[in-house]
């Protein structure tokens, strides 16, 4: 019954901004620590961005100062801005539990995802 959505991609130019939101159905986002994951083409899936229950938050040293994620509770919802985007941030952009310990193979349930494309 897990259903995430996410929304928000695009193509920009180096150096612009994206807002990405992924919204669920099934599960509560409120009550577990959520995150972002991308996957560029020949690459795996990697986690970049995560904030915990208590809204701490996570940032691969890839992204860091550049990302910043956030929920709406109340929408149910987690957001990922990103900001001075780079062509290697170029990947598809999924949302899902980021819980501490579970690999993301064990993740079974995924959304479409959302393409970002950057250009030079």
């Known amino acids: 019954q897990v259903q995430l959505v996410e929304s928000g991609g695009g193509l920009v130019q180096a150096g612009g901004s994206l807002r990405l939101s992924c919204v669920g159905s099934?599960?509560?986002?409120?009550?577990?620590?959520m995150g972002w994951y991308r996957q560029a083409p020949g690459k795996q899936r990697e986690l970049v961005a995560r904030?915990?229950?208590?809204?701490?938050?996570n940032y691969a040293d890839s992204v860091k100062g550049r990302f910043t994620i956030s929920r709406d509770n109340a929408k149910n919802t987690v957001d990922l801005q990103m900001n001075s985007l780079r062509p290697e941030d170029t990947a598809v952009y999924y949302c899902?539990?980021?819980?501490?310990?579970?690999?993301?193979?064990?993740?079974?349930?995924w959304g479409q995802g959302t393409q970002v494309t950057v250009s030079s």
């Open positions: 904030i915990g229950v208590g809204n701490i938050t």
């Open positions: 099934g599960i509560s986002f409120s009550i577990t620590a």
């Open positions: 899902n539990q980021a819980l501490t310990g579970v690999p993301i193979r064990g993740y079974r349930t």
